[in-house]
């Protein structure tokens, strides 16, 4: 993992139990389990991927974000600046 992010970001690792580390992840874990998990019984396999795939449709290109600017995550990657470029390194 380490060789494929090179020296484009950084690795950290978060032990196995304890996701109150990372606070990205804990909150939308608890986004996801809140407004789709929860809410939602699954008879199959299937059936849970079309319900999640939908709500995660949804986050991702419909639901405006506050720290995007009220902007959908898809919106603001499309209009992101920065992609793909290369930050110089410092010695």
């Known amino acids: ?36 998990l929860n809410i939602n019984s ?5 059936h849970a991927q079309v319900i999640i795939g939908d709500w995660k449709q949804q986050y991702n290109e419909i639901r405006r974000h506050l720290a995007l600017g ?3 995550p898809a919106g603001y990657a499309r209009q992101c600046r ?3 470029e290369r930050t ?3 010695a």
Not at 8 to 29: C, D, K, L, M
Not at 42 to 46: A, K, Q, T, V
Request: include cysteine.
């Open 70 to 72: 009220y902007l959908p």
């Open 1 to 36: 993992m380490a060789d494929w992010a090179g020296e484009q970001t950084g690795i950290y690792y978060i032990p196995p139990g304890a996701p109150w580390r990372n606070g990205y992840v804990e909150s939308f874990n608890s986004r996801i389990r809140d407004e789709c």
């Open 82 to 84: 920065h992609k793909g």
């Open 88 to 90: 110089p390194r410092l």
């Open 42 to 46: 699954f008879y199959s396999l299937l």
